[in-house]
Nanobody
Framework: VQLQASGGGLVQAGGSLRLSCAAS????????MGWHRQAPGKERELVAL???????NYADSVKGRFTISRDNANNTVYLQMNSLKPEDTAVYYC???????????????WGQGTLVTVFQ
């Protein structure tokens, strides 16, 4: 199983970016999908989470500015980021909690990270 993230880049404060993350490989089903970020010198933190049914959860710092969505048919999760601030600068990682077979076990997989840099 692989998660391939894309969409990071350099953007001015107030601008927008859209991150994508596609999961591929031997996937039976995907439960939660999410985005985390890690800024220089800081711990990784949860940004947004979306369940298989579409329920979402956001960090307080991004509520009202970021929107997470998913395409279950294509095992893809998106993060639309609007009104970006310099403090949003970080490496963004996608992750997926998934099953690879009929059994109950789930596994966490992570993408490689994509850098978002917001300048003033």
């Amino acid at each position: 199983v692989q998660l391939q993230a894309s969409g990071g880049g350099l953007v001015q404060a107030g601008g927008s970016l859209r991150l994508s993350c596609a999961a591929s490989g031997s996937i039976f089903s995907i439960n939660n999908m999410g985005w985390h970020r890690q800024a220089p010198g800081k711990e990784r933190e949860l940004v947004a989470l979306i369940s298989a049914a579409g329920r979402t959860n956001y960090a307080d710092s991004v509520k009202g500015r970021f929107t997470i969505s998913r395409d279950n048919a294509n095992n893809t999760v998106y993060l639309q980021m609007n009104s970006l601030k310099p403090e949003d600068t970080a490496v963004y990682y996608c992750n997926a909690e998934l099953r690879t077979g009929w059994g109950p076990l789930t596994y966490d997989y992570w993408g490689q990270g994509t850098l978002v840099t917001v300048f003033q």
